[in-house]
């Protein structure tokens, strides 16, 4: 193998395809990239089990290609040290057998490189029939409910997002079982075959980051046990999570006997201030108060003292009610949400809180109240 | 107590004095703020038993003094709260003995208090003969040596910087035995005692981050035990280390056979790309080989592979001179470093490397080699 590159478009490349390289440091393979030159271009592979990218660089953009061949070299060493060269083109060329030499006028560096046998077979095949989604929405629509996945592998179902396809609508769900996040959007063709599946949501921070630098269309390609995007010259596996994700349409009610708008800045700053206090002890529990047109926001901690906040609302409420739950779940549902006020909808003071946009009536948010009696 | 003050002007003086508060959690009165108002104005004071700190609110920068007074307030807390507060102006009240109500338009806080009985009682007495130094000169001549200083705590003496001042120079050093850094500088007056004293790192650090938001001059008080740094209404006392700081003067050589001037930034990068590979070895090994008209870098780790890094000089050197060193201590010296060139002052392969710049010869910078044989 030996090409002349820009610096600037390896690196590009470089950048996607190391967000495949395992973080662990057991199967040497699984944090190298394979370099695989042919007559029409360069292809960057690489694997961590859960997750495997491909992307390509076409020979337009490569310098020369002087001898076709493959190598596989240590990733992030690889990717570190191209990024920190300052030269603009870099010449790469196996010396001899799994030896990688990389040139630029002013340094060298000789990279002792793995058996490109050990290298796993992946596959990147794509199907007919594929859905494809515009980049942002894609990114919006998993950047709004990912945060209500699960952390704890108890049940390894809820670590996952649930993808819901069906003609013409994606529905992307979250849930821990204490919170729930769903959002819908529209996708530009049909698919005949409607998709449930769920997606490890650490990979899918993975693949929102790499359409981070994209604008473009993404197809989405989903098989029995994979889910394949393509993103331009880039193709993005992830691995599916098995089983059945808890039906979450049945939890979110269709009527709640008390609304109230509230303005999100307003309500936000002061959580932010009561939780101060309610940090101290584990749930951060706020106590939240509607009485005709006001809120109060209380946090008392015995040992520590106490903050009473009060925000007015537009709008007079029917009656007094009163509500205890972890000021950190009503700080994420806020995060999450823009405009100007953000609509509360309670039953009882066991129930659910669902929490709505005025702007966005396909995206929900609830989160379980905090028994304090 | 009760007064009424600006949010903007409390804060600024809480950033200053939070910098006293302990951050080990073992002591709880090492965690809290003195507010000790007087009819000339408001006293904030912290400790931690390490560092003290007593800044001054003048009446006149203060609304309204109601009722003078002492309250201790959990000083992290305090200060956070504040911080989020949004409106322009605070109440805060002694409501009953050693609780405090902080209000303002829409919210309030009742805070838990500590005795105020039990907050040391603490020396910020100054001297009549004392040293005034400029505030940014003070930081320059910190922030330019104490990295060299240890982090170990084996001998004590070398977690500090010594400061050693005759007539109206200071001489600023550290070393963690494997280096050394030192400068000096000229101070606005002379003082009558030599001073010769070492200040633990860490209370430093702190003292130079008060500094930032000062342009002022600083006034310096050294006692026995302790030194007084007095920056316009704010005093911050440090301890000081005991012991004998070990003589730098005789390591610094003033001869060496072997000088160069090499390009900062050019050295810097090709350090940092061979570095990538000498960092998966504890030392950092790089290869450093003068030879004529230019300056090769090598790092060598078999198992990974080789760097090598050409840098032409400006000046032809006369013999061929090779050494190796560590490329995390080369990097530390050029940190500290401005301007376009490096001087590096070479003897023997085994001898310490000097680094000096061509305008800042006040300002010297050592390291040992590693000896590869």
Do not use: W
């Amino acid at each position: 193998m030996k090409l002349t590159i820009k610096k600037e478009i390896l690196t590009i490349h470089l950048e996607n395809v190391i967000k495949g390289l395992s973080t662990k440091n057991l199967i040497p393979i699984l944090n190298c990239i394979k370099l695989e030159l042919k007559e029409e271009g360069m292809y960057l592979i690489s694997t961590n089990n859960d997750i495997s990218i491909k992307t390509f660089i076409d020979q337009e953009d490569i310098e020369e290609i002087k001898e076709i061949g493959i190598i596989v070299v240590p990733g992030r060493l690889f990717y570190e040290y191209i990024r920190k060269l300052e030269d603009e083109f870099i010449i790469l060329e196996e010396l001899i057998e799994n030896k990688l030499r990389i040139y630029t006028p002013q340094a060298f560096s000789d990279i002792n490189c793995n058996d490109k046998n050990d290298f796993p077979n992946l596959d990147f095949n794509t199907k007919k029939n594929y859905i494809t989604v515009n980049s942002d929405l894609l990114k919006k629509i998993v950047n709004k409910t990912i945060y209500a996945a699960a952390v704890s592998e108890d049940r390894p179902i809820l670590t996952g997002l649930n993808l819901k396809i069906d003609k013409n609508e994606i529905k992307c769900s979250a849930t821990d079982s204490y919170r729930i996040a769903t959002k819908k959007i529209n996708v530009k063709n049909k698919i005949n075959e409607a998709v449930n599946c769920v997606i490890p949501s650490k990979n899918l921070n993975e693949l929102v980051k790499i359409l981070e630098n994209n604008v473009t269309d993404v197809e989405m390609h989903v098989y029995n046990n994979r889910i394949l995007f393509k993103i331009e010259n880039l193709k993005f596996v992830s691995r599916l999570i098995n089983g059945n994700f808890p039906s979450i349409e049945e939890i979110i009610r269709k009527e709640s006997p008390i609304s109230i708008k509230i303005n999100i800045n307003k309500l936000f700053h002061a959580l932010d201030r009561t939780t101060l206090l309610a940090r101290e002890e584990n749930k951060q529990t706020v106590n939240f108060i509607i009485e005709e047109k006001q809120v109060k926001l209380k946090a008392v901690i015995p040992e520590i003292g106490k903050v009473e906040e009060k925000i007015e609302l537009e709008e007079k409420t029917k009656e007094k009610f009163e509500i205890s739950f972890s000021s950190r779940y009503m700080l994420d549902t806020l995060k999450n949400v823009s405009g100007e006020n953000v609509v509360l909808l309670f039953s009882t003071p066991t129930a659910p809180i669902i929490v709505k946009t005025e702007d966005e009536d396909n995206y929900v948010q609830l989160f379980q109240p905090i028994r304090t009696y």
